[in-house]
């Protein structure tokens, strides 16, 4: 599924943004965080002195690395400060093991109180039993769940109860580089793209008018490596589904996903971008490109350094609608967890939710809470009200437990089609051919 301010002075740019992009996307790849077997340093010593005898100690498992681990750190400490009650211990896990580590651990009734997990990661859980729901926890908690918006609570709702406590939202913004768009004249005074025709046809032109101005360039960075999230965004802007309503079959054989195919492969043949650059996060980052559909769990990185003449807006309506592709971590409870640490952790919840949603804003992640969103601490950060406008049409991933196994599908034959392995027309068949077969077992 991601590194921000302090990463960058830690770690060579190139590392930052890898730490960046595997936290937050889990299929995103990118560099490693702390190994699965070893707890994260400990961001509790100094409030461990102040608890009363009979706290509760809760561990708490996540996979965030790099900066946004930091981050993390931070809210961690700070609840850990805030009270006498409960001590939370975290481990880090790496990003590639996460979810095969976390099932072990469900299904064995073996390992955290409390747990990150992707919005379109909890269907299984749900399904096996395996978390519990978390009204009653947070009502007990004096959590009140009406603060988090409406779209991230009825993502992680099954059969009307919610099963997890959103974090956030997260999604692609549009990423450009004001030194390469002046010199294309596609820059406006205050600096914001110069851009007028937005359908895809209109959007090559611009892209060629980049090509022109700055020919040592690219004049778009794609995502090839993991080129189902860009692919799905234009899909879903297209008026796309993955699955029909029922969920019993596959809906992306059809003329909107060749449409979005069709406008991708014009974009490496005219070489507006290099289908073979395996690191296009780093070749923007580098001012190796002027434009990036990049994760907003990047914002710190990129906007957060004035020296790189970075800006951001919502991904262009090119196929017609602002929809587009996104995702929420949230905090599950494991069904294995007795009461009183399961009240230790709505407490925990609460506070990451409240208090540390300001601190997680700041990972460039939108919270979920709308109490900071609306708060003048959230708003001033940079390009903040793009982020908030761009939230609201975020498309999740259909609720079903044999997701993963469909998302794999799709970057797979994709991968296929656009390094014309097979043609479009094939390659669509194919996919929709296993997606019906994974529905159908």
Known sequence: MKAKKKAATLLTAGMALALALSGCSSNNGGAKSTGADNAAPSTDNAAEGS????????????????????????????????????????????????????????????????????VDRISPF?????????????SKAGFDLGQISASNMQSVTYDGKPYAVPLDTHFHMLYYNKDILKKANLLNADETPKFEDMTPEGYLKTLAQIQAAAPDVQAMAVNTPYFQEPFLNMYYEAGGDLLSADMTKAAINNDKALSVLKFYDDIYQNKYSDINDKTPWDTFHSGNAALWFGGVWEAGLLLGDPSLHIGAMPLPPI??????????????????????????????????????????????????????????????????????????????????????????????????????????????????????????N
Do not use: C
Request: charged share 20%; no cysteine.
């Open 319 to 440: 196929f017609g609608s602002q929809s587009h592709w996104g995702s929420s971590h949230s905090l599950v409870v494991p069904a294995y967890v007795s009461p009183e640490k399961q009240a230790a952790a709505a407490a925990f919840m609460k506070y990451f939710s409240e208090v540390g949603g300001q601190t997680w804003g700041k990972a460039g992640h939108v919270p979920a809470n709308s109490h900071v969103t609306n708060s003048e601490e959230y708003k001033q950060l940079p390009y903040r009200s793009f982020f908030i406008e761009a939230q609201t049409t975020v498309k999740f991933a259909p609720q079903t437990d044999k997701y993963t196994t469909i998302s794999t599908t799709i970057a797979e034959v994709l991968q296929n089609i656009i390094f014309h392995n097979e043609s479009a027309e094939d390659g669509l068949k194919e996919m929709e051919k296993q997606i019906n077969e994974i529905l159908a």
């Open 51 to 118: 608890k009363s005898a009979s706290a509760v100690e809760i561990t708490f498992w996540n996979m965030f690395g790099g900066g946004e681990g930091e981050f993390v750190d931070q809210i961690i400490k700070g609840f850990n400060d805030s009270q006498k009650d409960v001590v939370v211990k975290q481990l880090r896990l790496e990003s590639n093991e996460y979810y095969a580590k976390l099932s072990t651990a469900l299904s064995s009734s073996k390992g955290p109180d409390v747990a990150v997990a992707h």
């Open 126 to 138: 749900v399904k096996a039993k395996q978390i519990v729901p978390i009204d009653e926890l947070a």
